[in-house]
């Protein structure tokens, strides 16, 4: 009997097949180890709770284990927390934005943000199958949106971090596709996956981010907030 059988099974497939051990994608599941290197480079400036910006670390180094614990496994179970913890990251942007739009007091960054993340947890709960990816999709229309509202409330900001983030999150979201879709696939190369890939340029887009939103000051709370 092989490890993981009797969990419910992951909803999506991947190229990468699956092997009978208790990693059963080798390529997918130790790819997440740049999350991980990106959360320290974080903790390392910010610290672990001084700044609304170490959510950005926690966010990524969650993002980073239980991806790697999902594919590992490939079950439902820590497929609903590999999806929550990419949530945690773009509800993180989402309240970044709303207050940097001056809709939401920076001392409110903390609960706005776990109510809102706890909400999506118990819809994707209650609601399964693919409906996470759904969500994230839509959250990240939502950042898309306010971040639009800030560029034209204000242009004096640096976008380079942005701009960098998001050519690389969009060459990673082609390889996904390819990986998903069969594009090029190799199932039995458990060295080299798109899907590793794409966890790889996604941390290096989480780095990217984090330089951008830690240049704004008003997300640091102050006495004054």
């Known amino acids: ?43 390392q400036r910010e610290g672990f709770f001084k ?43 989402f309240c970044f934005n709303l207050v940097r739009l001056n809709k939401l007091p920076t001392r409110y960054i903390w609960p ?25 999709g839509t959250w990240t229309l939502a950042v898309i949106t306010l971040e639009v509202l800030n560029l034209m409330k204000t242009r004096d900001v640096n976008y380079r971090p942005m701009l960098k983030a998001l050519g690389i999150f969009v060459v990673a979201f082609i390889i996904w596709n390819g990986d998903l879709r ?20 996604n941390a290096l887009v989480i780095w990217q981010l984090y330089r951008f939103y830690s240049q704004f000051k008003v997300l640091k709370p102050t006495a004054s907030n």
């Open 1 to 43: 009997m092989c490890p993981w059988t009797d969990w419910q099974p992951a909803s999506m497939k991947f190229c990468e097949a699956l092997l009978c051990g208790t990693i059963r994608q080798p390529a997918n599941s130790f790819s997440n180890i740049g999350f991980i290197i990106t959360a320290f480079f974080v903790f």
């Open 182 to 201: 069969g594009w090029w696939c190799d199932p039995d190369n458990h060295y080299l996956q798109g899907h590793a890939i794409w966890h790889l340029m």
């Open 112 to 136: 706005c943000y776990l109510i809102l993340l706890a909400a999506t947890m118990v819809g994707m709960g209650i609601v399964q199958g693919k409906i996470g990816e759904w969500m994230f």
């Open 51 to 93: 700044s609304s910006f170490s959510l950005i670390g926690w966010a990524s180094l969650l993002i980073g284990l239980t991806s790697a614990v999902y594919h590992a496994s490939m079950t439902f179970f820590w497929q609903f927390f590999d999806v929550s913890s990419m949530c945690m990251l773009i509800i993180l942007i």
